[in-house]
């Protein structure tokens, strides 16, 4: 066992840090201009959310199973 923070622990902190950040500030522009959008983006970007959903879901499935060997679902 290492030390209880390594640099691959602190440069995925920031990663992930800047994700949430990157996701907050396009959460508020779309939320900001959310009555200006026509009915049809709405729905074309609700089906793409879907989308990136499951291929999350997938991706993270996947890493699960090379590092395990288990699957999770």
Request: no cysteine; aromatic share 10%; net charge positive.
């Amino acid at each position: 066992m290492g030390p209880p923070l390594t640099y691959i622990d602190i440069i995925a902190g920031i990663v992930l840090i800047s994700i949430f950040i990157l996701a907050a500030i396009m959460m508020v522009k779309l939320y900001k201009s959310h009555h200006a959008i026509i009915m049809r983006i709405k729905i074309l970007l609700s089906i793409v959310a879907i989308i990136l959903a499951v291929v999350f879901i997938v991706f993270m499935e996947n890493t699960w199973f090379e590092i395990t060997g288990r699957m999770l679902f």
